[in-house]
């Protein structure tokens, strides 16, 4: 009876070691993002259906020429998934402002439309659509911008760890590359290259509202020097939106 009971023991023991053992293995753990299109896919994973879907926002536009601010306006701006954009810039009444619709861009100055032209906006693209869209357009979107979704490394930005997407050095300041915060899978940086002048944005200051992570500062900066800075503000995250608001037929009478 007695070995029975201490045979019956060694085997629990083996068991729970074993289980133990399986617990705290390296194959048990998260399955690591090796390249750009997984962690488009984790994004999504992620935030899909608890993103805020609608953004109204009030912003301070601070222009700079060198270290000096040289001009100063607030805007008004709205956001609807996936893909909307309006901007007025400085009240209704001045009548400027752009629509970004369907990858297109639309310039308005005094009520007039100055132009329409073909953009993948990538800021949009991925500080909010990348959580609506299905992976694979977001992926395709981020190729045609420029995005090399197969190059990938990790960087520290402002004291966080981060994913860093286009290329394998994070010392690269010219590449077009999207970073991305590792812990919370929102983006904190976006470089680009368009004609040869590097444009580097950053996306800061974080903040919890109404339980929604916000950025509440987007710097722009062209060859290292910052032009411009935003500042958001009055922000509010409407249960529905009204597509007029985007037809640029109505972009005369729309207010919001």
């Known amino acids: 009876m007695k ?13 729970f070691a074993s ?7 390296p194959a048990n753990k998260s399955k690591s993002i090796m390249n750009g299109t997984e962690l488009v896919q984790a994004m999504h994973s992620r935030w899909h259906k608890k993103w805020y879907p609608n953004f109204a926002f009030d912003q301070r536009a601070i222009y700079y020429e060198g270290d000096k601010i040289t001009k100063e306006e607030v805007w008004q701006e709205v956001y609807s998934q996936p893909g909307y954009l ?9 009548g400027n402002g752009v629509i970004f619709r369907e990858d297109s861009l639309y ?10 032209s073909f953009q ?33 490394t990790e960087a520290k ?29 929102y983006i904190v940086r ?25 950025a509440t500062e987007i710097i722009f900066k062209t060859d290292g020097k910052t032009t411009m800075r935003e500042e958001y503000f ?12 985007y037809d640029p037929a109505q972009f005369a009478s729309t207010k919001w």
């Open 157 to 185: 930005w402002q004291g966080r760890d981060a994913y860093v997407v286009g290329t394998t050095d994070a010392s690269d300041n010219t590449t077009p590359q999207f970073w991305v915060d590792k812990e919370r899978l």
């Open 3 to 15: 070995n029975t009971l201490l045979n019956w023991a060694g085997i629990l023991c083996l068991c």
């Open 120 to 152: 993948i906006h990538p800021l949009l693209l991925l500080c909010f659509d990348v959580y609506f869209l299905q992976p694979e357009i977001t992926k395709q979107k981020l190729e045609k911008t420029g995005f090399d979704l197969s190059k990938m």
């Open 190 to 214: 976006v470089l680009t290259n368009p004609k040869g002048t590097p444009r580097d944005v950053e996306v800061n200051n974080y903040q919890k509202i109404e339980g929604k992570w916000v």
């Open 86 to 94: 309006g901007i007025r810039f400085n009240g209704f009444e001045s």
């Open 107 to 116: 310039t308005f100055k005094n009520n007039q439309l100055q132009g329409k």
């Open 234 to 245: 009055n922000m509010r995250f409407p249960k529905a939106m009204n597509k007029a608001w």
């Open 19 to 25: 289980l133990s053992l399986w617990a705290f293995t």
